[in-house]
Structure formats: C-alpha cells, structure tokens
C-alpha cells in the first residue's frame, strides 16, 4: 500500500540500476493520484492493489518476462 512514484520499488530499482543488477521489476502501487475516502476494500479495487487483480497482473507480467 505505497505510492509508485516516490516509493519502495523505485529505491529498489534504483539501487539495482546503481550497483549494475540487470533484472526486470514489477512496480505494484497506488498510482500518483489523490484517492478518495472509502472502504479499504473498495480503495484496493479501484487501484489495482486487490488480490485478484494483483494476481492477474503477477501472471501476465510473468508470462511476458
């Protein structure tokens, strides 16, 4: 439940591209948008962060590596 820009995946991305780690990194995360209050399962959904839409996500980018 983090923010891609500004994020965790991006420090990661950067330490690897920094210290000469060449691999491919799925970026999971609320997009840079201000999200709206609500239930905690609605706000997943509307953001992809869900678990079957992370799921399905995971698999897709795993079949396209």
């Known amino acids: 439940?983090?923010?891609l820009q500004?994020?965790?995946g991006e420090k990661v991305a950067?330490?690897?591209a920094e210290n000469g780690a060449?691999?491919?990194l799925l970026?999971?995360?609320v997009k840079g948008i201000c999200v709206s209050q609500g239930a905690r399962d609605k706000q997943l959904?509307?953001?992809g962060l869900d678990a079957e839409s992370l799921a399905a996500r995971i698999l897709s980018w795993k079949e396209n590596r």
């Open 1 to 3: 439940d983090h923010a």
């Open 6 to 8: 500004g994020g965790f």
């Open 14 to 16: 950067a330490y690897c």
């Open 22 to 24: 060449h691999t491919k």
């Open 27 to 29: 970026m999971l995360g």
């Open 45 to 47: 959904k509307a953001q």
